[in-house]
């Protein structure tokens, strides 16, 4: 099947209200023509799940720029000092939730998302502010926190090359979060730097395997 979609396509995936994951780190690994689309399609109220939010004028921090973003799940964003600010303000103004996480508890709780766990057990956090609200669970006389699953609506994913199936192959570490990521939307869309015939891959060089992607940015 072939998975090669237009932009006009992708657009048309996008609707208030949803909750958008995004692979990357930093400017690394980022779907930027994806998060255009976001910004194009006008949608609003979105839930944005992202490691950060990019660098200024790079990834996620744009959805905010443009106001269509109300919440945020993340590890950080103080590499970038305007959206530092911006999320800050919007964030003591009501027009932002925050929800900040330990960059290892993120990813595990995405994994989860992705593997139809419950959550999982982690100490990071315990004692702190992160723990507020949260289950406690005792494991052989040991506290964890319960950390739920994440899961989204659309997953955005950069890979590097992708074949008209959705096999995916990433390049150093630009990889990141992209694969787990890919395992957490119901809808999973790609945008790749080249685009391969079916069959171009072996096997063993599939590193996320085409049954998760639904679509993939046409060049």
Do not use: H
Not at 16 to 32: E, H, K, L, S
Not at 60 to 69: E, H, L, T, V
Not at 170 to 194: F, L, Q
């Amino acid at each position: 099947m072939n998975k090669v979609v237009s932009r006009e396509e992708i657009i048309n995936q996008f609707s208030d209200g949803q909750r958008i994951m995004i692979g990357g780190f930093a400017n690394y690994g980022v779907p930027i023509k994806l998060i255009d689309l976001i910004i194009e399609s006008g949608v609003k109220d979105l839930t944005i799940i992202s490691n950060d939010t990019g660098l200024a004028g790079i990834g996620a921090s744009k959805i905010f720029d443009s106001r269509q973003g109300t919440k945020l799940v993340c590890s950080y964003i103080g590499m970038n000092p305007e959206a530092l600010k911006l999320v800050g303000d919007m964030t003591k103004a009501g027009e932002l939730e925050l929800e900040l996480n330990p960059q290892g508890t993120l990813v595990e709780r995405i994994r989860c998302g992705g593997a139809g766990l419950g959550g999982a057990l982690v100490r990071t956090g315990m004692g702190t502010m992160i723990e507020a609200g949260k289950q406690k669970i005792e494991v052989n006389g040991v506290q964890y926190l319960l950390e739920t699953p994440l899961t989204a609506d659309i997953a955005l994913v950069k890979a590097w090359k992708a074949d008209t199936y959705g096999n995916l192959v990433y390049r150093g570490t630009s990889r990141n979060y992209n694969p787990i990521v890919a395992t957490a939307g119901k809808t999973v869309i790609v945008e790749a730097e080249e685009i391969v015939p079916a069959g171009t891959f072996e096997p063993d060089q599939v590193m996320t395997p085409g049954v998760f992607v639904n679509m993939v940015l046409a060049k």
